[in-house]
């Protein structure tokens, strides 16, 4: 089976590792994204998610924090376990997203195995989804491929 987009030309690693999704109403965003950068965004979101033109809109702050809640999941942890800003949401050259993993997300993906994860984002004007899987060769260590464009 042949697939078009770019970002599947590269042979995919032989297991699944983990999956992760995570659904959120915008509105919870509302106070943050008017507060933006300062306060919790700072410890929610990266520098570069910060430097975004779109920080302020609320419905683009929910993508990424649903992004990093369904990243943590398919790596096995939950939110106490890694820094949210060790996950970080970028897109690709054709617009799609993908994630740069540093600190302790990257120590648990080479810990399990993870080659890469793969992310998707849908939303609408009240609700986020973003779904995570984990991609890699169970049992073995990982490398640190980047797949973000800065």
Same mark, same amino acid.
């Given at each position: 089976m042949r697939v078009s987009q770019p970002s599947f030309r590269q042979s995919l690693p032989d297991s699944v590792l983990g999956v992760g999704v995570d659904i959120i109403r915008t509105e919870r965003f509302r106070e943050i994204a008017r507060r933006a950068p300062g306060g919790s965004a700072a410890r929610l979101f990266t520098p570069d998610e910060l430097s975004d033109r779109r920080i302020n809109e609320r419905e683009y702050l929910a993508s990424r924090f649903a992004a990093k809640e369904a990243v943590?999941?398919?790596? &096995? *942890? &939950?939110?106490?376990?890694?820094?949210?800003?060790?996950?970080? =949401? *970028? !897109?690709?050259? &054709?617009?799609?997203?993908? =994630? !740069? @993993?540093?600190?302790?997300?990257?120590? !648990? $993906?080479?810990?399990?195995? $993870?080659? !890469?994860? @793969? =992310?998707?984002?849908?939303?609408?004007?009240?609700? =986020? *989804?973003?779904? $995570?899987?984990?991609?890699g060769r169970a049992g073995g260590g990982g490398d640190d491929d980047e797949t973000c464009d800065s």
């Open positions: 943590m999941k398919s790596l &096995g *942890c &939950g939110m106490g376990d890694i820094s949210f800003t060790d996950i970080e =949401v *970028c !897109r690709m050259d &054709g617009g799609a997203p993908a =994630v !740069r @993993l540093s600190g302790g997300a990257s120590r !648990r $993906a080479n810990e399990i195995g $993870a080659l !890469r994860v @793969l =992310v998707s984002i849908s939303h609408d004007h009240d609700y =986020v *989804c973003a779904f $995570a899987v984990a991609l």
